[in-house]
């Protein structure tokens, strides 16, 4: 049975920095695109970030990553632990939504609880 679990969200200032983890059971982990979405109040999930794991340590992770979040947030994977990330700096007001993991593109019949992230100052 397939299953994505996430947590580490949380109340944060503007500014402020959240990580985010998701733990993957039921698939083939390694082999799967990851990627983090996001539903803010009243708008469509969106993804935010996506991960496919690099051919070798060399060449490394391909990563993915909405324009209003690049260079503030860093998705990563352990392919190991079957658990993937998102570390998010300099939160802003706007980043304030549910935040979900899926394989991306996402398989509908999984989707998680998710973690709620509240930036407010």
């Known amino acids: 049975q397939v299953q994505f679990v996430e947590s580490g969200g949380g109340l944060v200032q503007p500014g402020e920095s959240l990580r985010l983890s998701c733990a993957a059971s039921g698939i083939f982990f390694s082999i799967y695109p990851m990627g983090w979405y996001r539903q803010a109040p009243g708008k469509q999930r969106e993804l935010v970030a996506s991960i496919i794991t690099g051919a070798s340590i060399i060449t490394g992770d391909r990563t993915t990553y909405i324009d209003s979040v690049k260079g503030r947030f860093i998705i990563s994977r352990d392919n190991a632990k079957n658990m993937v990330y998102l570390q998010m700096t300099s939160l802003k007001h706007e980043d304030t939504a549910d935040y979900y993991c899926?394989?991306?593109?996402?398989?509908?019949?999984?989707w998680g609880q998710g973690t709620q992230d509240t930036v407010s100052s």
């Open positions: 899926n394989t991306e593109p996402p398989d509908v019949r999984y």
